[in-house]
Every structure is written in structure tokens, then in C-alpha cells.
């Protein structure tokens, strides 16, 4: 059993066979998915919902991502209003703040993702965060922790830290706040050994994996299109780091992610 907790589905890269990248996934053992609902921002925040209506084992969430927060309106807040009340909705974003790309001013990006804290914690969602720094430097991560500080952690609501790439002091203060750390292809890259070492001292119990498809292919596939089937590969990291087989690193995370979201892996369409 494998859980794939965050995956792009509806992007372009799967128009041509996306029904086969399912069959794959779960003939690779994959139990379930999450489609995150950021899509291509504002116009197309119910993707993932779209998705997962159409299969009782894929699960979504609604977010403005950092990338798209420029273009948020208050239009688009009522609509994510209305969108966490869809069952098949078990988190909000994927949210947070991108210094690495700055398609959106950093200003901006705080304010979005503030607003769209308040809105989670009123819907009682937990949030999927992304952080991404600037070459060199932890100024996204410690703007990024400092408004779950001041914005969320009281909520006691907690959240997955997406594709976790940060330093060890990130991690544990995160941990802190109830967070999940999930952990994606990038585990297997050569020049990634921070990311190794937090997958090494994650508490086994507060860890996710996932692949960010199409994004972040796991070694060996590196450089091509990512797919959910391949978050095997990052079991399978994890498993050596930890000294445990792929297996139980799938049914352990597997687990951590339905007592997480308070599911039951064999009725996922009664999600809340």
C-alpha cells in the first residue's frame, strides 16, 4: 500500500494518457492519491476536485498557489469558499511563498497565503505548504514559519510541509507546529543530502511521501515526466536511509497520511 499525498494530475503533461498513468499507479500498489487544486491559478481551482469525482480513490485540495497569488481576487476567495465544502476536499493549497521564482511580488505572496490561512482555519481544513527559498539563502523559510507563527499554528489544525527541502532547524520547528514533512523524488538527487538528512530524523511517524507529478522525477527516472507509480522510488530511499524495506516504509506512511486526515483507506468516498 503507497500513498502518492500530492501530484498534479490535471496538468498538460497528462492530456495524452492519463488514464494509463492511473492504470500504472495502481498497478504499482498505489492506494491513493492527492490532486492539488492550485492548477494554473485563478479560473481553474477546481481541478482537483474535478478529478477526484471521478475516481473514489483520488482526493483533492483548493489553494492559490504562490506562483498565481498576483492574479487572487476576492471573486476567487468566495469561490475557494464554497469549493472546501465538497467532500472529496481534505486540504487547502498548495499555499505558502516561492522566493526562487518571484512570479508573484514576495509582499504579495504573504498576504495571499495569510488569507488564505484564515479561510482554511475557518473551514477547518489543514494546509499544504510550499516553501521555497532564494539561491543561498532561508529567507522564504523563515518568513514562511513566522507567519504559521503568527497565523496557524494556534488553529491546531497542522499541515504537510509539500516536497520538503529545507534544513533541519526547519523541519523540527514545523514539527512543532504539527506539521507532516513529506518527502518527494528530489530525496534521490545526488547534491540533495539536507533533504537525506531530514528523511533520515523525520519522526517515522509524522512522514508523508509524494511524487509533485510531472514534476521532480526520483532517480532512476530523473529527467523525464514524473508519475504517481514512481513514488516508489522514494520509498525506497527512504527505506535505505532508515534501514527498512520499501514495503514498510509504504504502509507506514500510508498509514501516517489516513490518521492524519482522519480517512479509512477502504471508504474514501465518505471523507468527511
Known sequence: MFVDSHAHLEMTQFDGDRGQ??????????????????????GSLACGIELAEKHDWILSTIG?????????????????????KNPKVIAW???????????????VQREV?????????AAKLPIVIHCRPSDGSDNAWQDCL????????????GGVLHCFTGQLEHMRAALDMGFIISFAGNVTFAKAQNIRDAAREAPLD????????????????????????????VARQIAE?????????????????????????????STR
Do not use: C
Not at 28 to 39: E, F, K, L, P
Not at 93 to 107: A, K, M, N, T, V
Not at 113 to 121: G, P
Open 241 to 269: 536511509l532508515r534501514g527498512l524495506s520499501r514495503d514498510e516504509v509504504g504502509e507506514r506512511t500510508s498509514q501516517n497520511f489516513y490518521d492524519f486526515f482522519k480517512l479509512h483507506s477502504s471508504n474514501l468516498s
Open 93 to 107: 493549497g498548495e499555499i505558502g511563498l516561492d522566493y526562487f521564482y518571484d512570479h508573484s511580488p514576495r509582499e
Open 113 to 121: 497565503v495569510t488569507r488564505q490561512m484564515e479561510l482554511a482555519r
Open 64 to 84: 492559490v498557489h504562490p506562483h498565481e497569488a498576483k492574479l487572487a481576487t476576492d471573486a476567487d476567495y468566495a469561490e475557494m469558499e464554497q469549493l472546501a
Open 146 to 157: 513566522h507567519l504559521l507563527r503568527e497565523h496557524w499554528a494556534s488553529s491546531g489544525l
Open 206 to 233: 509524522r512522514m508523508f511521501i509524494e511524487t509533485d507529478s510531472p514534476f521532480l522525477a526520483p532517480v532512476p527516472h530523473r529527467g523525464k515526466r514524473n508519475e504517481p507509480a514512481f513514488v516508489l522510488e
Open 21 to 42: 498513468v492511473l492504470e500504472r499507479a495502481r498497478a504499482a500498489g498505489i492506494d491513493t492519491i492527492v490532486a492539488i487544486g492550485s492548477g494554473t491559478g485563478p
